[in-house]
């Protein structure tokens, strides 16, 4: 059997977002072109645009195309650290960010850089579920902050933030608001308003939409500098030919979302509680990783202490089950998810700890044969494993 | 449309991380004659060999194990265990990291510093057979030499630090904070550098 259990890595095409895919694929125009063949390019651009437009409750306009969530992150961080008093009107005085400790890479790694580039950056805590500490952003909050960027739901433990509140309260204080929703939007409600951001990050394979594209969220009034410079595309807001595919695919994978995440969500939530429970009664010694009700209805991470997360995923790989780790020593570095590190779990529960994220193609049939695969993998490592010899750390608790 | 690739890993670690040999089983390691750990949960890596020994001949007659650890790890020390049966105690005590990794026909370099404990492990249990046979004096030693009083760093950091990427002075400094105080022991530490990475890496 096989099992695709890493829908938060990327997903399936939708088939519908397929179909239009395949009937659009001799769409070649540029866009920008003012004939027949742009013509019928741009109709289809703009068409994507306003399905993302209406399906967070934004304006067309507010909506810049881009190739990935990553570059709608690096973009609106990087808007913070500007040399030209001429650029960002009103916030150029502003070069302190504010973000958490539990972000993708593709902001962590830009804070760093633009720390390097002369900005202030800060990191919020989380606490043991992942939930940042609005106490602390209280207390950083002041008049040298620009932005504030907070994930909406967390790729590894599916923690969600209350943006609503973050918003108010990074508003009150005159800074502008970012969340990268590339895990949320698809998957929850997500209204702009409703949420109070100024930027929001959009990303189309998270939601069975093609790879490559994304969108970016930019309030009307905002101060906005291009990322990617040298055209007038995305009205000079991002330079380069469309992915017009791309773009097209991302519509579509929208639309089909508005469609069915609601029953969808709620069919992934009552699988998540069987895998659950079924891991519980089946498992010994076993920690669940995130928040216990505020999470993805479709993510489950959870630690088996004693066994080596690499070694997990490549013996389930044999088995035909696809699931991701936060364990170090499958990600090349030597450290531990720094997410499962930021919620205090300590550095065995996180090298143990794998990722297992549902889709909509998931099953019951495939829920049972994990169940059933699952614990004889966990038996297998353990068996071999350190930690239960005599005197080991786990001995005791079998 | 090509399709899935193989793993990372060559076709005999892949067997060996498939049907590990010489797993030790249960918990009990007084049948043995050595027994050495090496390396801790905390870090991700963990590693025990256990062996028997001909008294007479000091041959190693059986070499089990246990591990906490990733794929690779499993898979060195597995084949480590088919490699040391018949040698004698002198023998294994020198196989050195780089002839596993040949036996399993290569590592990624990211993986190096995952077999690495595995033979760690079985000098560990080599010097327990020593020790418990009242053969102190055949105890091999590796004593750490401080190559950077300052911040007090030894030539096992910067083997570390090699293994786990360092490749240059400066990402040696990165990843040691070695020579970042008075810089003295910055040709010393190069030589070794260099030493580090021909025998682990052959370059």
Redesign the interface.
């Known amino acids: 059997m096989k099992v695709y259990f890493d829908n938060n890595a990327t997903t399936p095409l939708h088939p519908e977002v397929k179909k239009e895919l395949i009937e659009a694929m001799g769409m070649f125009g540029n866009p920008s072109s003012m004939h027949a063949w742009g013509r019928e390019a741009r109709a289809n651009v703009e068409d994507a645009r306003s399905r993302v437009a209406g399906f967070i409750g934004a304006h067309d306009d507010e909506i810049v195309f881009v190739g990935s969530g990553s570059e709608a992150n690096n973009t609106v961080l990087s808007l913070f650290v500007c040399a030209s008093n001429q650029c960002i009107p009103g916030t150029k005085m502003r070069s302190s960010i504010i973000t958490t400790k539990i972000e993708h890479p593709c902001v962590l790694e830009t804070s760093e850089c633009l720390a390097h580039r002369g900005a202030r950056v800060k990191y919020l805590n989380v606490d043991r579920y992942g939930k940042v500490d609005l106490d602390q952003l209280a207390g950083m909050l002041g008049d040298d902050v620009g932005l504030v960027s907070v994930m909406m739901a967390n790729n590894e433990i599916g923690t969600l933030q209350d943006i609503a509140t973050i918003s108010k309260m990074v508003h009150e204080c005159g800074a502008l608001m970012h969340t990268d929703a590339v895990q949320a939007v698809g998957k929850i409600p997500v209204d702009v308003a409703a949420l109070g951001v100024d930027f929001l990050t959009i990303s189309a394979h998270k939601i069975y939409g093609p790879k490559g594209v994304g969108a970016l969220y930019v309030k009307k009034g905002i101060p906005y500098c291009p990322f990617i410079r040298g055209g007038h595309q995305e009205r000079g807001r991002r330079a380069g030919t469309e992915n017009t595919l791309g773009i097209l695919g991302l519509g579509k994978a929208v639309e089909m979302r508005q469609l069915e995440m609601e029953a969808e969500e709620k069919r992934l939530a009552s699988m998540k509680a069987i895998l659950k429970k079924g891991i519980e009664e089946r498992i010994d010694d076993i920690y669940f990783n995130g928040h216990p009700t505020d999470s993805l209805s479709g993510t489950l991470n959870v630690s088996f202490p004693g066994a080596e997360g690499e070694a997990i995923l490549l013996y389930l790989d044999l088995e035909g089950i696809a699931v991701s780790t936060g364990s170090a020593c499958a990600s090349g570095s030597l450290d531990p998810s720094h997410v499962l590190l930021a919620t205090g779990v300590d550095a065995e529960r996180a090298h143990g700890s794998i990722r297992i994220s549902l889709g909509r193609e998931s099953t019951m049939q495939e829920v049972e044969y994990m169940l059933d695969i699952l614990p004889k993998t966990i038996k297998r490592i353990r068996d071999m494993s350190t930690a239960y010899i005599k005197g080991g750390t786990h001995a005791a608790s079998r | 449309m090509l399709q899935a690739g193989e ?1 990372a890993y060559t076709e005999k670690l892949k067997e060996h ?2 049907s ?1 040999k010489n ?1 030790m089983q249960g ?3 007084d049948e043995f004659d050595g027994v050495g ?1 090496e390396g801790n ?8 060999v256990v062996i028997k020994v001909d008294r007479d001949t000091e041959v190693i007659t059986d070499c089990q194990w ?9 898979a060195s020390t597995s084949i480590l265990s088919e490699m040391v049966k018949g040698k004698t105690l002198d023998q294994a005590f020198h196989i050195s990291p780089k002839e596993v990794a040949q036996e399993l026909g290569g590592l990624p370099d ?2 190096i ?2 077999s690495v404990l595995g033979d760690k492990a079985l000098r560990a249990a080599i010097n327990n057979y020593y020790v418990r046979n009242g053969m102190d004096d055949k105890v091999k030693q590796e004593q750490a030499k401080t190559i950077c009083q300052c911040m007090s760093i030894t030539d096992h950091d910067i083997e570390e630090a090699v293994l ?1 990427g360092a490749r240059t002075y400066f990402e040696l400094q990165e990843h040691t904070k070695l020579g970042t105080v008075c810089g003295q022991c910055k040709d010393e530490a190069e030589v070794l550098l260099e030493k580090f990475k021909h025998i682990h890496f052959g370059a």
Request: charged letters at 15%; proline letters at 3%.
């Open positions: 793993w991380f498939m590990p797993i918990e009990n390691t750990m949960l905390q870090c991700g890596d963990q590693m025990m246990k591990t906490y650890g990733c794929a690779s790890a499993i990211n993986k510093h995952c786990k």
